[in-house]
């Protein structure tokens, strides 16, 4: 059995008074995708900011590629860890192609070609080659997303964490986002946790689909097992249409 990425156990947090996570065990294997679904208010970015060590658990264990989160210096976890949160950034005036950059080690004065060239192809995969000199600040929301999911594919760490990375996407980019995400995955034996509320795009690009509901996993397994009428009901009350193709389930409506 190789390393797990990511492994939490027991994990508690509190914002004050009131219990965001209660109890959650969540594993993400080298290599494999895991996405988080559930219900707004469930946990799911405060799962992902525990795991980042953004925010600080009450009670539980993470480990990263086995080693204690808590014992490890922010930079090491930022090797480690690439993460793109709910809201992407745009405040700042810089190219697109400056911020993808940015997702290398280090601020640099000068960024090695082969560097730059592996940037303006991530842009390619994304479909933004044309605004690698655009600023950031004069893009759409969803180029700024893309720019954000760019940022953090520059380095090939480990762990990649994602938070409803295909918000802001039309339709063609969320498929071009399962591609990347898979090939990555498969090609550098990285393990990706995403956040999501599309459940098509969950069941088409995962591994495997966690779900939430009030700080606690309800269900985890393949997406053909985990999405079905009974869990779809159980954790957002409502009536849903499913149909599969044989290994991928799809919702197809709501009632
Ligand atoms: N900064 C905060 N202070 C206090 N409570 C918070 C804070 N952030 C989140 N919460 C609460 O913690 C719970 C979990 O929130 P979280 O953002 O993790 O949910 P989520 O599943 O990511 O939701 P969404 O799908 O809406 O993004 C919610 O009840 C939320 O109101």
């Known amino acids: 059995m190789s390393t797990p990425a990511l492994q939490i156990t027991g994990l508690h947090f509190d914002y004050g008074s009131k219990t965001a996570l209660h109890g959650v065990d969540l594993e993400v294997d080298r290599g494999e995708i895991v996405a988080l679904l559930g219900p707004n208010g469930s946990g799911k970015t405060t799962l992902l900011q525990c795991a980042n060590r953004l925010l600080k658990a009450r009670r539980g264990e993470i480990h990263l590629l086995s080693r204690p989160l808590a014992g490890l210096s922010r ?25 993808v950059l940015l997702g290398l080690e280090g601020i640099r004065w000068r960024y090695p070609t082969a560097e730059v060239e592996r940037a303006v192809a991530l ?57 990347i995400l898979q090939r990555r995955s498969r090609e550098t034996g990285q393990g990706i946790l995403v956040v999501l509320h599309d459940i098509n795009i969950a069941t088409q690009l995962a591994d495997r689909i966690v779900l939430m509901r009030e700080g606690r996993i309800l269900a985890q397994g393949p997406p053909s097992e985990i999405i079905t009428r009974d869990t779809i009901q159980e954790v957002y009350g409502v009536d849903a249409g499913i149909v599969s193709d044989g290994a991928t389930p799809y919702l197809t409506g709501f009632y």
């Open 123 to 179: 842009l390619e995969h994304l479909d933004m080659p044309h605004l690698a000199h655009a600023l950031l600040t004069e893009i759409s929301g969803g180029e700024r997303q893309k720019a954000a999911i760019a940022r953090a594919l520059m380095r090939e760490t480990p762990l990649l964490l994602l938070d409803e990375p295909s918000n802001h996407l039309d339709l063609r980019h969320q498929r071009d986002l399962i591609r």
């Open 75 to 99: 930079a090491r976890i930022a090797r480690h860890i690439a993460y793109v949160p709910q809201v992407a950034d745009g405040v700042y005036p810089m190219t697109v192609l400056e911020s």
